[in-house]
């Protein structure tokens, strides 16, 4: 059974740094687009892309900020936010998305502070 368990989120100031990371469980195929979302008090926002053929996605709302990565020993994904706002304050999820269904994850929270 395919998990994605997200970490890393909290509590900061605006301007500082977190870095949220997804543990990947239970897969038995090549990955090749994985996703990070936000959603605050609005919709569910993508916030980055990540593509097997390393051309990374970004809305212009955290280009220059954000930023995703990947490893595979361990196998997980990573987003590096830096320059936090409030308006950034959400729960963070990851997914991959799939013809049968995207795979979620249960999202953590991160609230920036003013």
């Known amino acids: 059974q395919v998990q994605l368990v997200e970490s890393g989120g909290g509590l900061v100031q605006a301007g500082e740094s977190l870095r949220l990371s997804c543990a990947i469980s239970g897969i038995n195929f090549t990955i090749n687009t994985m996703r990070w979302y936000r959603q605050g008090t609005g919709m569910r926002e993508l916030v980055a892309q990540w593509l097997s053929d390393g051309t990374p996605f970004y809305p212009d709302s955290v280009k220059d900020r954000f930023r995703v990565s990947r490893d595979y020993d361990p196998n997980m994904m990573y987003l590096q936010m830096n320059g936090l706002q409030p308006e950034d304050t959400a729960v963070y999820y990851c997914?991959?998305?799939?013809?049968?269904?995207?795979?979620w994850g249960q999202g953590t929270q991160v609230t920036v502070s003013s």
């Open positions: 997914n991959i998305p799939l013809n049968t269904g995207d795979i």
